[in-house]
Nanobody, 122 residues
Framework: QVQLVESGGGLVQPGGSLRLSCAAS????????MAWYRQAPGKRRELVAI???????NYKDSVKGRFTISRDNAKNTVYLQMSSLKPEDTAVYYC????????????????WGQGTQVTVSS
């Protein structure tokens, strides 16, 4: 069974940095587009950054220039480097992929991780 597991969240002061990781497991052959979403209390889940299998990227306007998404296809892992963090970045961050090809279960769609909390506060 395919799983996405996020790590790297925590408490950081405004202006600080964090690096989130999301590792996929489960007899994976290839992973297509991967993305980071976030959901703050009382708000809808929103797309933060997305990266294609050929490393093309796109970002939510409010994080451009501060966040960088990257991936290591050999490790089936996607990263989110977050810098110059602001209190409004506080949220649970989720990793997602719309499509994974596996050896044993064929193509799996719309896989989500369990989320990791990021809190930006002094």
């Amino acid at each position: 069974q395919v799983q996405l597991v996020e790590s790297g969240g925590g408490l950081v002061q405004p202006g600080g940095s964090l690096r989130l990781s999301c590792a996929a497991s489960g007899n994976i052959v290839s992973i297509y587009t991967m993305a980071w979403y976030r959901q703050a209390p009382g708000k809808r889940r929103e797309l933060v950054a997305i990266i294609s299998s050929n490393h093309s990227t796109n970002y939510k306007d409010s994080v451009k220039g501060r966040f960088t998404i990257s991936r290591d296809n050999a490790k089936n892992t996607v990263y989110l480097q977050m810098s110059s963090l602001k209190p409004e970045d506080t949220a649970v961050y989720y990793c997602n992929t719309q499509k994974i090809l596996t050896l044993t279960s064929g193509v799996q769609y719309d896989i989500w991780g369990q989320g990791t909390q990021v809190t930006v506060s002094s």
